[in-house]
């Protein structure tokens, strides 16, 4: 692929915001990636599909697929799953990190609720300490705010 002046390929740097950028392009020894400008070894959902394509179309063995495209055979029963679980959105990888709050568990917002309704004055930026002291977890302030602010969300639209 050619690159612009600046030195970055502006699809390598796409499929790295889409965290679709395959970490080792130069593994993928398939003919078909190795001759061509439509197949972009770069491509990882590109390169996913069609290992996947090879076995299920093209006969081969999941064996030789995994290897032409430079993933292993876990690797390949993993994306054959997440294909045909979500089509070809499966094949992007999720976002690295925890999923929403995991520290503030129901029963310290409960708790902390409780605090705050106790005193009118007291903001949620200071339960930070009274939190670690009564359940061992430290909680960035902003984080037990948006916390709460979820879970007030989620109580008033069950009602």
Not at 57 to 76: C, L, N
Not at 136 to 153: C, Q, T
């Amino acid at each position: 692929m050619a690159r612009q002046h600046g030195g970055t390929d502006p699809k390598e740097a796409a499929l790295a915001a889409a965290r679709c950028l395959n970490p080792r392009p130069e593994q993928v020894t398939d003919p078909e990636f190795l001759g061509s400008e439509f197949f972009d070894a770069r491509d990882a959902v590109q390169v996913k599909y069609e290992m996947v394509r090879k076995v299920k179309a093209g006969g081969a063995s999941v064996t030789q697929a995994a290897a032409a495209f430079g993933y292993s055979r876990p690797s390949y029963y993993a994306a054959a799953a997440a294909l045909e679980a979500s089509g070809l959105e499966g094949l992007v990888p999720a976002r690295p990190g925890p999923r929403g709050g995991h520290k503030l568990t129901e029963e310290i917002l409960a708790w902390a609720e409780q605090q705050l309704a106790g005193d009118p004055g007291l903001r949620a930026a200071q339960l930070v300490g009274p939190i670690e002291a009564s359940f061992g977890v430290r909680a960035h302030p902003r984080s037990i705010e948006r916390a709460l602010a979820r879970r007030r969300e989620r109580h008033s639209k069950s009602r």
